[in-house]
Nanobody
């Protein structure tokens, strides 16, 4: 079992920045990749960024150059630095960890970007 707790969401004006963090606990040795997903009102949950245990990253096209995912294996955390935020970045952001074939999700943190 893996437990994930997100923090760092909030309200920010367009063009501003936020940093999200996700702390993992439990069977952390089994975690392969970790990532961030988001869900806007009335839309499906979508991938934002993912990072493997080896540090390889992948981003949604809509966030490339603005959002940066990073991972601290010693602290068992994954972070998402969000710069140049846009109103369309608004949504609930979820942290996900993959362990083998199983996915674990955090409870989500709200990010609201005002225009």
């Amino acid at each position: 079992q893996v437990q994930l707790v997100e923090s760092g969401g909030g309200l920010v004006q367009a063009g501003g920045s936020l940093r999200l963090s996700c702390a993992a606990s439990g069977s952390i040795f089994s975690i392969n990749s970790m990532g961030w997903y988001r869900q806007a009102p009335g839309k499906q949950r979508e991938l934002v960024a993912v990072i493997t245990s080896g540090g390889n990253t992948n981003y949604a096209d809509s966030v490339k150059g603005r959002l940066t995912i990073s991972r601290d294996n010693a602290k068992n955390t994954v972070s998402l630095q969000m710069n140049s935020l846009k109103p369309e970045d608004t949504g609930v952001y979820y942290c996900k960890a993959r362990s083998g074939r199983r996915d674990y999700w955090g409870q989500g943190t709200q990010v609201t970007v005002s225009s």
